[in-house]
């Protein structure tokens, strides 16, 4: 995975994420998935990211250089994992959404529950980062230094496979069409519009 792939702004980094793989390496073992659904948030210029409000401790990552993982705690239940995309000091990055798991399934089924079909695994992004064992201390993991935690090229997606829509579940900046998903694939998660959510100018 060449960095200056991921150097771009996250709207136009995350179709590009859509087939790669995120490896997970932890003492239990190894999960991997291909990467099957994302979602961009645009930094300081997008009311539904975390980095809209300037730079904090808890999204530092976001505005350091691209290639990094960004992780943080969604309801103080589940670890989300993001790509840290676009300049150096300028905040972007690209939700794991959905993925569809390729290695470790075992294990990734044993933090999951036995009784999770396989395509829902990793279908959503809390799934997705329990599937792989992610937690607080990959925050700020270099994803291309081949650590703990990873990310390569897969196979190729055809364009064709490519859908974009409205993101899930957040009441600011909804509307705008920052989701990328694999058109027909199971493992992507379902729509669902926030009941706190408004219409806003698109992106």
């Known amino acids: 995975m060449n960095v200056d792939l991921l150097s771009d702004p996250a709207e136009e980094v995350a179709p590009k994420l859509l087939g790669c793989v995120l490896t997970c390496k932890t003492p239990e073992g190894t999960v991997s ?8 948030y645009s930094g300081t210029a997008d009311p539904a990211s975390h980095a809209y ?17 960004y992780v943080y705690r969604s309801h103080g ?12 000091g300028i905040a972007s990055g690209v939700l794991i959404r959905a993925g569809r798991v390729i290695e470790g399934e075992d294990l990734a089924r044993e933090r999951r529950g036995e009784r999770v079909e396989s395509p829902r695994l990793a279908r959503g992004p809390g799934n997705v980062g329990q599937a792989l064992g992610i937690t607080a ?20 997606v055809p364009a064709a496979l490519i859908r974009v829509g409205p993101r899930v579940g957040v009441s600011k900046a909804h509307d705008w069409q920052h989701r990328f998903y694999l058109a027909g694939d199971p493992t992507v998660s379902a729509y669902r519009l926030s009941p706190r959510a408004k219409p806003s100018a698109g992106a």
């Open 33 to 40: 998935i291909a990467i099957t659904e994302t979602e961009a």
């Open 53 to 69: 409000r300037g730079r904090t401790a808890r999204n530092a990552t976001m505005f350091g250089p691209a290639g990094h993982l």
């Open 137 to 156: 201390e990959h925050n700020g993991a270099d994803l291309l230094a081949g650590t703990s935690v990873m990310l390569s090229e897969g196979e190729p």
């Open 77 to 88: 239940l589940h670890w989300c994992a993001n790509v840290v995309t676009g300049a150096d």
